[in-house]
């Protein structure tokens, strides 16, 4: 049943609101997908913090209009289901990167990130990307590791002197 105006209007408005606040966009082909492998997509989407939807190329290209990803306007053809990544950059890729490998029929046509229209091959370096969580591990190990080499340098004659008076203690005892 196709969409009267209003309708298309809240669509418009849907997908331009989460285009605005997005951090990169995932458009594969969804041809040949079942009904229940579909709802699987984005059950796991809504479990990953990705916006997946399937909407008209036209009305896509409305709502992207004056957002980074307006780029990739002449890369929508055919059937396309948008995922946007809600949460990080990579957690799009990563959805559809999983599950295109148990469901060969989803296959990945562009990525965007940073206002920058990227080839379906960059989906593998952009599923990569570590998620906010471990990008912040990552920079506090960095930080502290300075701190932790400073601390074990202030211990070490102390340790040292441990060390002696105790292979001191041993030798005299042997004697």
């Known amino acids: 049943m196709p969409l009267n105006l209003e309708q298309k209007q809240a669509v418009v408005a849907e997908v331009a609101e989460v285009a605005a606040e ?66 990080d950059p990579g957690c799009a890729a990563r959805l559809v990167k999983d599950f295109s490998k148990d469901h060969k029929a989803l296959e990945t046509k562009f990525v965007s990130v940073s206002g920058q ?18 990008a912040i591990s990552m920079l506090m190990s960095v930080i502290k590791a300075p701190v932790e080499k400073f601390v074990r340098t202030l211990a070490e004659p102390h340790a040292k002197l441990v060390r002696t008076v105790d292979a001191v203690r041993v030798q005299k005892q042997a004697a």
């Open 22 to 87: 997005a951090f990169s966009v995932v458009a594969a082909e969804y041809r040949g997908l079942t009904v229940i492998e579909m709802t699987e997509l984005r059950e796991k989407a809504r479990a990953s913090g990705v916006y997946l939807r399937v909407v008209k190329n036209t009305l896509v290209k409305k709502a992207i209009k004056n957002t980074e990803f307006e780029c990739v306007q002449d890369a929508l053809v055919g059937p396309l289901v948008m995922a946007f990544s809600m949460a």
């Open 117 to 134: 229209l990227l080839e379906a091959s960059e989906l593998e370096r952009l599923s990569k990307l570590p998620t906010k969580d471990q």
